[in-house]
């Protein structure tokens, strides 16, 4: 199985400031049409995920150009350029180019400093 | 507007069974792989199933194997799935998600999820 370990797990920031959360897999994602297949997911204290990347890069539709999404190979990013109270919660890193099963990371708690 | 609302937890014995179900509304269902996702208390999200559009492929987490069965009913829009010798380390919230389709990537929808608790 694909282990997702992300880092650093619990990130204070503070209110304006840019925040960044490093998502690292066991094993390359390129899938074999070329795409990798890493999602980026918001959990909001008391609510569901909610998607916010696709395919390392692509924002889901109604997600704020705050957040953005990079990397390739075994190595992604997700960054949020400036924070704001509405970012407060857990962030969790998906792979699902090797699956079954698709294997999330064990997730970063974000909250204001 | 896309929903997935998910029923059927509750608190069973160690050993007991529980259904789940998913009703599916907003979107075709036929087209789409479905999941389900459980998180237990404070902990961070595990995926535990998923079933291909026509039912006939399904993938399981290797801790439920011949334990839960995913299934759906395409003509009544909905996903199911049935937990049998439940453990104390199934406690969780069980949410229902779309899953991919040809188009489109995993886990774009989410349910508002049922909690699970198996506890004596």
């Known amino acids: 199985d694909v282990v997702m370990t992300q880092s650093p797990l619990s990130l204070p920031v503070t209110l304006g400031q840019p925040a960044s959360i490093s998502c690292r897999s066991s094993q390359s994602l390129v899938y074999s049409d070329g795409n990798s297949y890493l999602n980026w997911f918001q959990q909001r204290p008391g609510q569901s995920p909610r998607r916010l990347i696709y395919?390392?890069?692509k924002r889901d539709s109604g997600v704020p150009d705050r957040f953005s999404g990079s990397g390739s190979g075994t190595e992604f990013t997700l960054k949020i350029s400036r924070v704001e109270a509405e970012d407060v919660g857990v962030y969790y890193c998906?792979?699902?180019?090797?699956?079954?099963?698709?294997?999330f990371g064990q997730g970063t708690k974000v909250e204001i400093k | 507007e896309v929903q997935l609302v998910e029923s059927g937890g509750g608190l069973v014995q160690p050993g007991g069974s529980l259904g789940l179900s998913c009703a599916v509304s907003g979107f075709t269902f036929s087209r789409y792989w479905m999941s389900w996702v459980r998180q237990a208390p404070g902990k961070g999200l595990e995926w535990v199933a998923n079933?291909?559009?026509?039912?006939?492929?399904?993938y399981y987490v290797d801790s439920v194997k011949g334990r839960f069965t995913i299934s759906r009913d395409n003509a009544k829009k909905s996903l199911y799935l049935q937990m049998n010798s439940l453990r104390a380390e199934d406690t969780a919230v069980y949410y229902c998600?779309?899953?991919?389709?040809?188009?489109?990537?995993?886990?774009?929808?989410w349910g508002q999820g049922t909690m699970v608790t198996v506890s004596s």
């Open positions: 998600t779309r899953d991919q389709d040809s188009n489109s990537d995993a886990f774009d929808v």
């Open positions: 079933i291909k559009e026509d039912g006939s492929d399904k």
């Open positions: 395919k390392v890069s």
């Open positions: 998906m792979q699902g180019t090797h699956w079954p099963p698709r294997t």
